[in-house]
């Protein structure tokens, strides 16, 4: 099968893309990918699920990884942070009228100044003055996604953070997550839906376009990630007892089928991911997705069509325009059932 960008085309009216959250986390509305599809709420899924099953959730914390300033000869600059590499130096996008050159330096926010060290592909190593991620989160500035047209304000310090955020790394929020209050979370538990966590963090590279026509030559972004002990002893017990495994996003997702591939079994594990799953791809770990509705032409709508099903994806879709759901980060939500040998 060769899959090319238009099969993961669809037209998409731009008043749809959601540009602010609303006013409560699980008031989103939530479509169930069923035949027929069914029109619900965020706050429906303790119905829709059953007790013994687990949520399985991405715990990162996005980073203050966006900020501007100058270069050492006066030219501006802005500088979005893929990932810290140690305590004082980080991975960035650098956006200049010149590129930055190894050895100069860029002042960040009038008050910081950094180090080019050296160009790495598409990438700069830059140096800071001290501990990175204490210097981000102290003048950095919250990266929004490039198709939110405001700058990040106080409500987006919050609303674009889960409420389980822990482990900072991310420049953009795993958003399915951001539908889960803590009066939700309750509830679930309540009904004997457990919880569990991984650690994916997401890199600019997942806003990237494909830039290839067959999607076989794409070549994904690489994403760090940690699969707890914990996690791995809880989808074994879920498994055990009957129930199933509802995985929260894409990166969660991805971050438990690359530890499948990887050793043939779900074990506690970290490392680096470059999983790209498109149509025929085999799921070992999820059973259910919980994911918002993505771009035209994106490796996660391929994602999802792999999971669910080109045509039920399609379908779904359609459906979703016609009914204005909210799209994108901000957006509404769709449950989806893994259906077997998807194509």
Same mark, same amino acid.
């Given at each position: 099968?060769?899959?090319?960008?238009?099969?993961?085309?669809?037209?998409?009216?731009?008043?749809?893309?959601?540009? @602010?959250?609303?006013?409560?986390?699980?008031?989103?509305?939530?479509?169930?990918?069923?035949?027929?599809?069914?029109?619900?709420?965020?706050?429906?899924?303790?119905?829709?699920?059953?007790?013994?099953?687990?949520?399985?959730?991405?715990?990162?914390?996005?980073?203050? @990884?966006?900020?501007?300033?100058?270069?050492?000869?006066?030219?501006?600059?802005?500088?979005?942070?893929?990932?810290?590499?140690?305590? !004082?130096? %980080?991975?960035?996008?650098?956006?200049?009228?010149?590129?930055?050159?190894?050895?100069?330096?860029?002042?960040?926010?009038?008050?910081? !100044?950094?180090? %080019?060290?050296?160009?790495?592909?598409?990438?700069?190593?830059?140096?800071?003055?001290?501990?990175?991620?204490?210097?981000?989160?102290?003048?950095?500035?919250?990266?929004?996604?490039?198709?939110?047209?405001? /700058?990040?304000?106080?409500?987006?310090?919050?609303?674009?953070?889960?409420?389980?955020?822990?482990?900072?790394?991310?420049?953009?929020?795993?958003?399915?997550?951001?539908?889960?209050?803590?009066?939700?979370?309750?509830?679930?538990?309540?009904?004997?839906?457990? !919880?569990?966590?991984?650690?994916?963090?997401?890199?600019?590279?997942?806003?990237?376009?494909?830039?290839?026509?067959?999607?076989?030559?794409?070549?994904?972004?690489?994403?760090?990630?940690?699969?707890?002990?914990?996690?791995?002893? /809880?989808?074994?017990?879920?498994r055990a007892k009957g129930g199933r495994v509802v995985v929260i996003g894409t990166t969660t997702l991805r971050t438990l089928e690359s530890v499948a591939r990887k050793y043939s079994k779900l074990q506690a594990d970290s490392g680096e991911?470059?999983?790209?799953?498109?149509?025929?791809?085999?799921?070992?770990?999820?059973?259910?997705?919980?994911?918002?509705?993505?771009?035209?032409?994106?490796?996660?709508?391929?994602? %999802?069509?792999?999971?669910?099903?080109?045509?039920?994806?399609?379908?779904?879709?359609?459906?979703?325009?016609?009914?204005?759901?909210?799209?994108?980060?901000?957006?509404?939500?769709?449950?989806?059932?893994?259906?077997?040998?998807? %194509?």
């Amino acid at each position: 099968m060769s899959l090319t960008l238009d099969d993961f085309d669809y037209p998409l009216p731009p008043e749809l893309i959601a540009q @602010a959250p609303l006013a409560q986390r699980s008031a989103s509305r939530l479509l169930v990918v069923e035949s027929p599809l069914q029109d619900a709420h965020i706050i429906d899924l303790p119905q829709r699920l059953r007790a013994g099953d687990l949520l399985v959730m991405n715990d990162t914390r996005v980073l203050h @990884a966006r900020l501007c300033g100058q270069k050492d000869s006066g030219g501006q600059v802005e500088v979005l942070v893929e990932r810290p590499l140690d305590t !004082t130096d %980080v991975l960035a996008q650098v956006r200049a009228s010149k590129s930055p050159k190894p050895g100069g330096k860029i002042t960040l926010e009038g008050a910081l !100044t950094v180090d %080019v060290i050296e160009r790495i592909g598409e990438f700069y190593r830059l140096r800071f003055p001290g501990n990175a991620v204490e210097l981000l989160e102290e003048y950095g500035r919250l990266p929004l996604p490039p198709y939110i047209e405001h /700058a990040a304000g106080e409500a987006d310090e919050s609303r674009y953070q889960t409420v389980f955020a822990r482990e900072k790394g991310s420049v953009a929020a795993p958003t399915a997550g951001l539908h889960f209050d803590e009066a939700l979370l309750s509830t679930l538990n309540a009904a004997g839906i457990n !919880t569990a966590y991984v650690t994916l963090h997401v890199g600019a590279g997942t806003f990237q376009p494909v830039r290839v026509h067959h999607i076989a030559e794409h070549k994904m972004h690489s994403e760090r990630y940690i699969l707890p002990q914990a996690t791995v002893d /809880a989808i074994a017990e879920t498994r055990a007892k009957g129930g199933r495994v509802v995985v929260i996003g894409t990166t969660t997702l991805r971050t438990l089928e690359s530890v499948a591939r990887k050793y043939s079994k779900l074990q506690a594990d970290s490392g680096e991911t470059d999983i790209f799953i498109t149509p025929g791809f085999d799921f070992k770990v999820a059973d259910m997705l919980l994911t918002n509705f993505h771009l035209p032409k994106s490796t996660l709508l391929m994602l %999802v069509s792999a999971f669910a099903g080109s045509e039920t994806i399609r379908a779904a879709y359609a459906h979703a325009i016609t009914q204005r759901y909210r799209f994108f980060s901000y957006g509404d939500a769709m449950l989806l059932t893994k259906r077997p040998h998807a %194509v």
